[in-house]
Structures are given as C-alpha cells and as structure tokens.
C-alpha cells in the first residue's frame, strides 16, 4: 500500500486569491502522478498527468509541477474563481494500481 | 459518446443479500477498474482488469467478485453483502494497459447494506 498525502485536508480563500495544495508519494518506483478536479455531485475530472521529473503542466489558470526525486507534486491555481471551487485529488500510479490521497477540498468565496 | 455508464446509481441491500454493479464505456478502453470512496478516505482500488478475460486484485478486494468477458462491461459482484461495504462505488477505465493514461469515471454507485 502506498501512502499518498494531500494537505491541506481544506482550504478557503476569497476570489481573485492564487492559492496552491501539496501532494506527497513515495518516492521509489514512480511511474506517473494523476491530479484529478472533483466536483460535488459529479464525478472526478482528470487535469494532468505527469511522468518526469521536473514536469510542469498548465491548463488555464491550473498549473502542477512534479519532483520525483523528493515525491511531491504541488497543484497552483492562480486568480481563484468561484467555479474552481471542487476537491482536488491527485493520485500515485504504480503500474496498474493507483493509489488516491484524501484530497484537498477548495471554497472559493464570491 | 455515453463514456463510462455505473448501474444501478442507488441501491439498499440488507446484509447477506447478492448484487452486481454495472460498469460499461464505449470508448474501447483495455484498462476497467473498481473503487470505493469512504468518508476521511482516499478511493481505494478494489479490483481492476487489463483486457478482457484478465483481471487482477486492488488494494481492497476482499467480498467483492469481477469478471471481464468483454472490452466494455466489468460487473462488479457482492455475493453476500456486509454493512461494511456500505460505500459509494466509482467504476473508471483507461485507454492503455501499463500506460499513463488518465482514468475516465463513472457517475458512481451508492450502495447501503443494512
């Protein structure tokens, strides 16, 4: 079993605030780190997928950079917007297993 | 495109009783898998197949049975339910085995067993 983290566990900020969460894994054997977008009464939404060390996606106002090295990932979300408001997962994927943190719960307030 | 479709999306069970979940996408994925999202938890993998007739056991699968006769459909079975597997049910399937592609999922099952 492996042990992913995310923290913080919630998180508030008022609209216009860039805000950012952080994603811990083991560090050996990585194959690849998911963050996933999940919004109340819908289903998870995938945002990156990151392989390589150093790797930096972006998508919008939603950025991730990965360190396999140390095993974090950390998600940025710049000029936070009501709709942003959602739990955001990320996931360790170990071959054909993947393994989910608890995940960050963001409010964003009007 | 439907996606990944989740059968039935409620369902109460007393305990002892036997039910199947249904999963199917039509996006000819060869990666299917089955979690299970418990309040303070991460989405524990129950079990997951690579293509069909191959299936594999996640990180949680003990009470649960699945089969993968085909590309589309991975029923999962609860032969004899238990309170404990009172949870919300996420079927999710990917485009490659071994690959690092992003998991599609279902709209979830939510199953109560009393």
């Known amino acids: 079993i492996l042990n992913v983290e995310q923290s913080p566990q919630s998180l508030h900020v008022q609209e216009g605030d860039s805000t950012n969460f952080t994603c811990s894994f083991p560090s050996s054997n990585f194959y690849a780190l998911h963050w996933y977008r999940w919004e109340t009464a819908k289903s998870p939404e995938a945002l990156f997928v990151m392989t390589l060390n150093g790797d930096e996606k972006k998508k919008g106002r939603i950025s991730a950079t990965l360190n396999t090295k140390e095993g974090y990932s950390y998600l940025y979300i710049k000029g936070s917007q009501p709709e942003d408001s959602a739990t955001y997962l990320c996931a360790h994927q170990k071959s054909n297993q993947f393994y989910f943190g608890t995940g960050t719960s963001l409010t964003v307030i009007p | ?114």
């Open chain 2, 1 to 114: 495109n439907a996606g990944v479709t989740q059968t039935p999306k409620f369902q109460v069970l007393k305990t002892g009783q036997s039910m199947t979940l249904q999963c199917a996408q039509d996006m000819n994925h060869e990666y299917m898998s089955w979690y299970r999202q418990d309040p303070g938890m991460g989405l524990r993998l129950i079990h997951y197949s690579v293509g069909a007739g191959i299936t594999d056991q996640g990180e949680v699968p003990n009470g649960y049975n699945v089969s993968r006769s085909t590309t589309e459909d991975f029923p999962l079975r609860l032969l004899s339910a238990a309170p404990s597997q009172t949870s919300v049910y996420f079927c999710a399937s990917s485009w490659g085995t071994g690959s690092t592609g992003e998991l599609f999922f279902g709209e979830g099952s939510r199953l109560t067993v009393l």
